[in-house]
Structure formats: C-alpha cells, structure tokens
C-alpha cells in the first residue's frame, strides 16, 4: 500500500464518509448539532409596527415647528393593543416593543420631551416620520426561512428555533464511536500500580477528544496483542459506525490489527502516512463501520485524530465546517525540518501586536504527552519544507481550548 501525504489520506478518508441519517431533538439538547431541515417562520416578527423607544407615538405633522405640545390619550406597554386613534394635536405614551398605534406615523423618545401634566407633553424637537419604528416583519417574515438545512445550532440558532416556536428540530444523527486501545504493556486506569507497565492514556485522551465534538463515545477497554482476543474487542467494535484503535498498527512481529481488521472484512483504504508524529496511520471501511488504526504513542494518536478522525466525525454529524480554525501567527524560535514528511509542532499561542506568537510546548518526541497537554494548536511544516527561521509567518490549527485568552484583546 502506498504512503499517502496527510492531504492525500484526508481526502481518502472524507471520500469514504457518508452524512448519517436525521433524527429529531429537543431544543434542551440541540446546541451544536446540524439542522437536516429548513426552518420557516411561522409568524410576522414583530407582528406588527411597534415602537424601538419607550416615548411618544404622534403625527411626524405636527410636531415639525417644535417645540409643540400635545394631549396624551392613553399609555401602550409591551403586550397592550391601542384601542384609541391618534388625532391632530394627540399623542400616547408608549414603551418598547408596544405597538404602534392608528393615526400615529412616528415615535420620538423620551429623553426629548417633557411631561407638563398627567395628560400633555411637550415636545422639544422635530422628528420625521417612521423614527424609531420597527415595522412589523422586519426580523422575520411568514414562511420565510430563517435556518437552513445544513446549519450549525449556535446559540444564536437555537434562540430563533425558540422564536419560532420550534420545541424540537431534525438534526443529523451523532456517530456511535468505540475506542479501543491495544497491548500487552498497558494498564488500565483501575488496574493496581505496576512500575513495568505503561498507563493506556490513549483511551481517555481520545475519549475526551470525542467529547469536545459534543459526541460520548464507549471505551471497549484494552485488547492484549494476541490474535483471538483482539479479534474479539474489535468485532464488538465493528458493531458501531466509527471504531478508533490504537497501537499495533505498525510493523512490530506483534503488530496483529490491520491483518485481524481485514480477516474480519474491513476493507484497508490506507496504511502509512508522510507525516509526523503519526506515520503507522492507517484507515479502512466495513459495511457498518469506519475504522481508523491509530499510531500507539499517545501524541501520535491525538495528532492522527485531529487530521483524520475530526473532519470525519464532523462531515458524519452534518457539519460544512469539518476543519481546524487555521490562524497564522509568528514562530518565536528556529524549527529544523530535515525529512520529508509534514510535521505537526505543538505549539503555545500568545497575542502580540497585530496577531499572535507561536512557540513550541517543548521536546516533540511522540511518547511525550506533555507537548500535547500544553499545546493551544498545532504548527504544520509542510513536507518540503527546509526549516524555518524565528520570525517566519507560519499556520497553527487551533487545538480545543484554544479559542479562550487571558486578556480581553483591546479596550471597547
Ligand atoms: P505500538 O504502535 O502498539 O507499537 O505502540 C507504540 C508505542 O505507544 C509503544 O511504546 C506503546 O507502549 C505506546 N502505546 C500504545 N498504546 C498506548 C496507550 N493506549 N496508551 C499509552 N501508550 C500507548
Ligand atoms: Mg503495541
């Protein structure tokens, strides 16, 4: 099989995936999901012309040589109807989002007037027609559509789902994903403490990367690197619509995954990615499942799954915006870049003058977590690449997190 650049591989991947069928959710548990219909409104909004300011509604006529005073008819909250006409030399006090009464063309607020009595005000200055109105349909119209299929739920959507009136919405269905973690030197998180072992941190480390997609996936556990058994765990994975497995993917005499994979039908798409960390990448499709073989370092696994399984989890689910934010910031230090194979530099952002500051987490090594748990994104050298000099431009994905900061970024 050949070694594919990490462009090549993602667009194998993203070629095999295929959108998942729709389901219906609460507006309780809608946020991030993608809409797999239209949304229309189902009224006028507002319903009608209603005032923007809590002040008069009066005849723009009358009050053009102002100061004029004029007698107040009757007072309209959010929520009453007017029932009185607005006559020459009348007016009615009225609050915002009241609706704008018969007769009356304009609204001035109050801050330009001044109350002579309970029943007459004056008013200071002139005001033109339809000042401070909002006319009826001006932020939706009936059977318009306010949200396409195809929209991420933001708080912004799920607000106008409320709008009009929508308790429950089809949105694309989540991925069932299993995580599996392989070898015989791991130790669970529960197992006793024994110095010889290794801690499986793949298993949560993938777990949480799935939960920051708004998705909980099942861990299967820790299949040990012998044939039936992982045969076993993986077939159990097989049963969901996207299996992770790490380790054992690479040319070790006890590497069985990518061969138990394919005993069990999964068909291999790809093996072997020009990248690093995360070279051992493999990646196949079975009649229920896509099956990602990730690299056992942990720093590997996290790196692949942000390339491969992020945009995949994300086209499955509905979403048009399957890609890592992509920012360019300035490299604070030298990077060597002597293979050729694109590198993923973890990396710490920082705000500077007109953009950000990008600086490595540390020892890149692909066992060392720690480069990951300090990471905000991570910096890509492209393959031909021949190093890069502090100062360069570069570009960073944007890691989860990583769209918080310190400082407020400016003064408003
Ligand atoms: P492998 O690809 O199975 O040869 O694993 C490569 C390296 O990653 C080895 O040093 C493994 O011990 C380590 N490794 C594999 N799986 C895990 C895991 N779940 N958690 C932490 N390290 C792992
Ligand atoms: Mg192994």
Known sequence: MEHLTVTAA???????????????????QSLGRVLAEDIRANRDQPPYDVSAMD????????????????????????????RKTVQAGQCVRIMTGAPVPQGADTVIRVEDTQMLSDTRVQINVPVKANNDIRPRGEGMRTGEVVLARGTELTPGAVGMLAMVKRASAEVYRQPRVAILST?????????????????????????????????????????????????EMLQRGLQYDVLLVSGGTSVGVHDYVRPTLEALGVQMKFWRVEMKPGHPMAFGVAPLTWVFGLPGNPVSSMVCFEEFVVPALRRMNGHTRIHRRTITARLTHDVKHKHSRAEFVRVMLSREEGGYAATSTGAQGSGILASM??????????ADCTGMKAGEPVTVQLLDGAEYQNEAGGEW
């Open 10 to 28: 993602q667009q194998c991947v993203l070629g095999s995936i295929k959108l998942l069928g729709a389901e219906s959710v609460g507006l309780e």
């Open 183 to 231: 070898g015989d030197e791991l130790e669970g998180l529960h197992d006793p403490f024994d110095a010889d072992k290794i801690p499986d941190a793949n298993s949560y480390a993938l777990m949480a990367q799935v939960q920051a997609l708004g998705i909980t996936p099942d861990l299967l556990g820790i299949a040990r690197d012998e044939p039936s058994h992982l045969k």
């Open 55 to 82: 002040g008069f509604a009066l005849r723009s006529a009358d009050v053009a040589s102002a100061p004029a005073q004029l007698d107040i008819i009757e007072d309209i909250k959010a929520g009453d109807m007017p």
């Open 373 to 382: 748990s300090k990471a905000e994104g991570l910096m890509v050298v492209p």
